[in-house]
Nanobody, 126 residues
Framework: QLQLVESGGGLVQPGGSLRLSCAAS????????IGWFRQAPGKEREGVSC????????NYADSVKGRFIISRDNAKNTVYLQMNRLKPEDTAVYYC???????????????????WGQGTQVTVSS
């Protein structure tokens, strides 16, 4: 059974950091680009970042560029999202997902992804 599991969410003060992990089971992530999305209450799911299967290409939404860093460790079958200088507007449920492709072209398009995790809550508040 193909499964993605996110972890690392929590409550953090503005300006703080969190590192999210996305671990796969039942399949290897090696061949797939992986995206991170987030969804705040009452808002649509938003593409945050993507990393290609090789790790050589990364994409970021303008809202997180310069603050978030996506990386992957294929040996551990895991993708990470390092989130720095967090803001209250970063509060959302964060999801990872595996695309059907090796690259990140059009990464914010939900229909490109075939497997999703259950999400992890990130709350940025003082």
């Amino acid at each position: 059974q193909l499964q993605l599991v996110e972890s690392g969410g929590g409550l953090v003060q503005p300006g703080g950091s969190l590192r999210l992990s996305c671990a796969a089971s039942g399949f290897t992530l090696d061949y797939y680009a992986i995206g991170w999305f987030r969804q705040a209450p009452g808002k649509e799911r938003e593409g945050v970042s993507c990393i290609s299967s090789s790790g050589g290409t990364t994409n970021y939404a303008d809202s997180v560029k310069g603050r978030f860093i996506i990386s992957r460790d294929n040996a551990k079958n895991t993708v990470y999202l390092q989130m720095n200088r967090l803001k209250p507007e970063d509060t959302a449920v964060y999801y990872c997902a595996a695309t059907k492709n090796s690259g990140c072209s059009g990464y914010a398009t939900v229909s490109l992804y075939h497997s999703w995790g259950q999400g992890t809550q990130v709350t940025v508040s003082s």
